[in-house]
């Protein structure tokens, strides 16, 4: 299966702070799982043993193969794990996060390859069996993150609040700015804010973000990870046709980095340790 866009947003975007454990559902080739233990790495070296458990479970065979194959070649092949399992059947411990890219197509044409049509249509993952998982699954405090086409995230937000489960997060995405958005990316919890305790239809205001300017050029993003001295903030931008990066380490000052790709990773992995 291709790595498409919407995981990636996912994978940037969901807020992994005081996560201890993390499950992917339709992990496919893992790229959110991947995406998350980088965003925990608690060491910037290979092989280690402690930090962030996340465990991607999918019902395609082949697909679990990749991503355990993919799990096995990165720096974080210790906190990775990859099993074929059915949400609707899954029961193996409690987790502070889980992260859904879903399928969503409803009632169209399915694909002739089987595989493909379980990956994009969502009788293969209904929200009503994501919701219960969820709620099965989740610790006390723990938070549900989902990407899905705009409409069918609100049925999901409007499904959830019945079960127990309300919005801590949104955000609409859009090809470009000034375009009507076409994802909406959302966080869930059980845990009542105090403005949702008296108005329980009550959601936050929305984020928003554009892939593209009107000029073609892609926005800046700002991805947070966690080190073992502090948060370290990165944000990516483009400029004159160059990618530059800004981050924010702990307790140091501000640093410009621009291509090339060598310099970046050499500092990014230095305040990261």
């Not at 465990?55 to 993919?70: K, T």
């Not at 059915?86 to 399928?103: A, M, Q, R, W």
């Not at 990618?243 to 790709?261: G, L």
């Amino acid at each position: 299966m291709k790595v498409g866009t919407d995981g990636v947003l996912l994978g940037a975007w969901v807020d992994v702070d005081g996560v201890a454990s993390v499950l992917d559902v339709g992990t496919g080739t893992g790229v959110i799982a991947l995406m998350l233990a980088q965003r925990t790495a608690s060491a910037g070296f290979a092989g280690e043993s402690c930090g962030v458990r996340i465990v991607g479970i999918d019902i395609d065979e082949p697909s679990v193969e990749e991503a355990a194959y993919n799990f096995g070649a990165s720096p974080w092949s210790a906190r990775l794990s990859a099993q074929v399992a059915d949400f609707k059947d899954f029961k193996e411990g409690s987790f502070d996060l889980i992260v859904c890219n879903p399928p969503y197509f409803t009632d169209s044409l399915k694909a002739p390859d089987a595989r493909r049509t379980a990956a994009r249509h969502n009788s293969s993952l209904p929200q009503s069996v994501l919701i219960d998982g969820a709620l099965r699954c989740l610790s006390p405090s723990g938070r549900l993150a989902v990407v899905l086409p705009c409409d069918e995230a609100s049925r999901l937000v409007y499904e959830a609040r019945y079960c127990g489960l309300f919005p801590l997060r949104v955000c609409q995405v859009s090809t470009c700015e000034g375009k009507t958005p076409k994802r909406t990316l959302v966080e869930l919890s059980r845990c009542e804010t105090p403005s949702r305790a008296s108005s329980p239809a009550a959601s936050p205001a929305p984020e928003a973000l554009a892939i593209q300017s009107p000029t073609g050029d892609f926005t800046a993003c700002t991805v947070t990870y966690r080190t073992p001295k502090g948060p370290l903030k990165v944000h990516w931008w483009i400029e004159d046709q160059t990618c530059k990066i800004q981050y924010t380490a702990p307790r140091s000052a501000k640093v410009e980095v621009i291509n090339p790709a060598a310099e970046m990773a050499a500092r990014m992995q230095q305040n990261m340790k």
